[in-house]
């Protein structure tokens, strides 16, 4: 009889994780409103809790498959690859409600916050401070991430690791920068529609850079423990993937917020 598992496809085992993952967000979700209305935050740390462990065993679970087991064949790899682009996509889209909301407000500024850009009584940050800083550490950060790449596929291992760890060193120091530049900001989330945009965009960039250099931070661990060769590391491509598109984002939210609309 032909054996039936005689493909190059993996048929993912049974896992509990789906399902602790569903009970682990649902327990978040209800612990923020508990959060609001009691202002008791036991039930939301215990979904925090049950959703960082659900992630860190699915994930862990996810890296044996493709580095020990083998179940991480071309064709399997080329579908993670297009859930990766696809998911991406998704982000762009994301950021797009954000553009849309900053230019429909700015290009024609109603009556109700004097008909003018930036509105009254707001003071924007000086593009040439900070932001332009972040620029420059951000864009610096594209050009190591790529090094490492290179480095990855020329089986360079001291200079993957070196410029891998440069990487995630300027992650942490735009998200203390952008920490700090919230912490001096002259207006607030309540501050109009200015205010309302100016931190839902940039606020959830800097979401995604914490994210970004999370995902950056496990491939060093992993490549750290042998897990990437020169022909078998889609989970660094993937963050390297995820990182130019925040680049590419804090460009955008740089050249319009930042410099354009002040």
């Given at each position: ?38 202002f008791n935050m036991n039930l939301l ?20 498959e493709g580095t020990y087991q083998g ?192």
């Open positions: 009889m032909k054996n039936l598992y005689n493909h190059p496809y993996h048929l993912v085992d049974y896992s509990p994780w789906p399902l602790t993952g569903a009970i682990g967000v649902m327990t978040l979700v209800t612990g923020l409103v508990k959060w609001f209305h009691n740390i215990i979904g925090y809790i049950i959703t960082l462990l659900t992630m860190y065993q699915w994930w862990r679970d996810v890296s044996r179940k991480h064949t071309i064709l399997v790899t080329k579908g993670l690859r297009w859930g990766m682009i696809l998911f991406i996509v998704s982000e762009i889209f994301f950021f797009l409600s954000f553009f849309w909301a900053f230019f429909h407000s700015s290009l024609s500024p109603n009556i109700e916050i004097g008909s003018m850009w930036p509105p009254l009584s707001i003071t924007p940050f000086n593009p040439f401070h900070i932001p332009l800083l972040n620029t420059i550490i951000l864009i610096s950060s594209g050009v190591t991430v790529t090094w490492t790449h290179h480095a990855l596929m020329e089986n360079n291992y001291s200079q993957a690791t070196q410029s891998l760890f440069i990487t995630i060193t300027l992650g942490i120091y735009f998200t203390i920068l952008q920490a700090y530049e919230y912490l001096e900001a002259p207006f607030t989330i309540a501050d109009s529609i200015y205010g309302s945009t100016f931190f839902m965009a940039t606020g959830f960039h800097g979401l995604h850079v914490i994210i970004g250099t999370l995902f950056l931070l496990i491939c060093f661990l992993r490549h750290n423990s042998n897990h990437f060769s020169s022909n078998h590391h889609f989970g660094f491509e993937a963050a390297a993937w995820y990182w130019h598109f925040v680049d590419v984002v804090w460009l955008f939210l740089y050249i319009s917020i930042y410099w354009w609309g002040n």
